[in-house]
């Protein structure tokens, strides 16, 4: 088996097993260390791509391989690590849409898509900042709605998998996309033209 | 939004979603009971979901690429008519069709001399056109770097330049010819080669489905060529798939291959650390594990595997690894085993399988070592097969016991029916090679000598060890060797282990039909292991490997699986 360059990856790994195994303070060291690389991943993609679509599901699975020794973890570790790498994801992309909107006054926002193939012309991805605005608006009367969106959008996750981090059933997780995704729409759609 | 109000909403949403469209007024009307609120939050979303569909799409990968790329059309560039992306040439005016050109470079001349006639491909890094080279009026493939990709960005511009310098040493038949490389006065960085009339294998595997065996080892055995000579010159490919391999058109239909795209080779010699696209280049499906691990070692033994795995898909029709997402495709590229190939077509010579998974072998060591081992380990799998079937084309049919012909191949490859079988045939097979997972270096050569020289001393000599290691294999051995099987001289059994695969040989020291069922529970119980595996149950995933070892202490697969397994479990016992 190959041989492993990153003093990290054990340490990425065993804090992931220790986190499933229940240890909070777990979760405290691994969301630096994940981040980091996915900071480092997304800007390497951004100055590359900077007028491509990024595709975050590419990010975070890169982030994965990186950080996580496959051998070691199964995949309910792995879970987890989705589930932090969502939400670091959903941060570091915002953060990068407010940064450059800053810099380019009146720009679109920075889009993304998490398709991996090119979709039909009418799926426009989203304005990024609105989007995260929305997802804070969602969250404060329905937060595990909020999430789904974040696991699935920004963690490029299946419903099964995100049933996994969720500890829900698929069905239920399906049916609550369905709304989640509803709702964003039609909230996206009061006042943004990009829909 | 009140939380309460957001509960009904979501109660109600739910309930009308289960029902068919015609439906829904009645019950909401029912449902919100005069509630004019309700009701329009309902409404709205219910509204708002149809359109849903293409927002915020999930991750997945696309099984069929070509999908989604044939919603494009193109265009002949000369009467605009419209035609499918498969399509390469206007049926009115023979003018090579182009895609509709994002660069806008069509009609113009690139560095005074290119003349661009039609866009033919567009990927990740740039395009390729059709241009004809206007100093010796001659037709070329003209690549360029997507514009805004190389502006401003040295490393790509470096590693574009790079493709056409390592592309630029390789003089190989079948190896695309790269004629010239350079950038514009406006910075867009180009190379061209060879123009060639063909069809990649991409697009032939998608119409065709799958090949015969000889066009499939055909096609193989000159990506092995190219690859081997790439590798003499230290350049190994690192995406090698079917849409990189081109099927030029010949007068007498036969496959001419050239390999494309040496484009992100990178040179043995160089250090990786200075890469920084290091893990993710490479297409998932057609990369090899330590080409997807942190910190993996790739060398040219990455390319075989991906020629593992190009070979898997003209035999089988299909890749080996099918799944709904990335991650779950990683998973399985990094630590499942191909599902065999004779499980979907059954007629698939065990020798051609042995040798997939060989190629596949997660492990760089176990796979052919370089492409020239590959084509030699080929050439003698095709002379045995070849040595098969006109035996079995001169031999009248013998009828065999029933076990025995359980695992006998129809068609082309059915073994010869030994009894009809002359010494020197049988001679002949009986010195085939053993298949033991590693390199037999120079066992040809050394066979060879054997069947020239007839030393049968030194053949007993050989065979002697392998017979002993073949009853280890068996942990039930009940000898009922000759009951209605044909006679065969028994000194020279033990060493064709590999016409004792089949089940059709008979062995004077085990019965065969055991041996068949042992490989058989063995493979069982690794599928039963690798399931409670997945679950995460890995004590009793443990056991079945354990137990599946014990029927065949060969099998691989389980053998890793063991060791997997055992990692993990020391791993959870030490947190």
Redesign the interface.
Known sequence: ??????PQ?PEV??LL??WG?GDRDALEQLTPLVDVELRRIAE?YL?????QLL????LV??A????ID???S???S?AHF?GVAASLMRKILVGEARRRRRLKRGGDGFQV????????P??KP?DLIALDDALDALA???ERKSRI?EL??FG????A?TAEVLKSSERTVA?EW??A??????EL?NDSPV? | ???DQ?QRI?TI??AA?ELPQGERHEFLRQACAGDEALLGEVL???D??R??E?????????PT?S???S??MKHCPKCGKIYPTLTRVCQDDREILSLKDPYQLLGSTLADKYKILALVGVGGMGAVYCAQHLGIDRRVALKILQP??AIG?E??LELFTREAKLAGRLTHENIVDVKDAGQTSDGIAYITMEWLEGRTLDEELASQGRFDFQRATGILKQIASALSAAHAERIIHRDLKPANIMLLDTPDRSDHVKVLDFGIGKILSETTANS??S??VGTPQYAC??Q??????VDGRSDIYSLGVIFYRMLGGELPFKC????EL??LQ??SAPPPLSAIRPETPPEIEALINRMMA??PVERPQSASELSRLLDRILAELKVYESATTNVRPAKLSPSATTNVRPAKFSPPELSHVSVAETRVFQTKPVWRGKPFLGSAIVLAMVIVAGIYGLYRYRAQPVSEERNSVVPTPTASPSQSVPTVEPTATPGSELVAGKGVLPSPTINQAQLLANQKKAAELLKQAQALY?Q?DYQNALRACDESLKFNPRLTEARQLQQ?IT??LR??NN?
């Open positions: 088996m190959p041989e492993k360059s990153s990856i790994t065993g097993i220790a195994g390497a100055s590359r791509e900077s007028d595709q975050t599901t590419a699975n890169e994965w391989m990186r950080l496959w051998q070691k199964n995949w309910q792995r989705f898509s998490l398709s991996e193939v090119d979709l039909a009418s799926a989203p404060e009367f329905d969106i699935r959008f490029g996750l299946s419903v998998e049916r369905e709304l995704k509803s709702w964003l729409y039609r759609s829909l | 939004m009140d939380k957001w979501e949403f739910y979603m709205t979303l219910l708002a979901n359109r849903t293409t927002f915020l799409p999930p991750a997945a990968l696309s690429p999908a989604a790329s919603m494009r805004n990709l960005n490393y790509v920084p696209v893990a993710l594990p330590e997807l691990t942190v910190g993996g070692h709904s997402s990335i991650s990683l998973q990094l630590t997660k492990d997945k995460g997997k990692e993990i791993v959870l947190r």
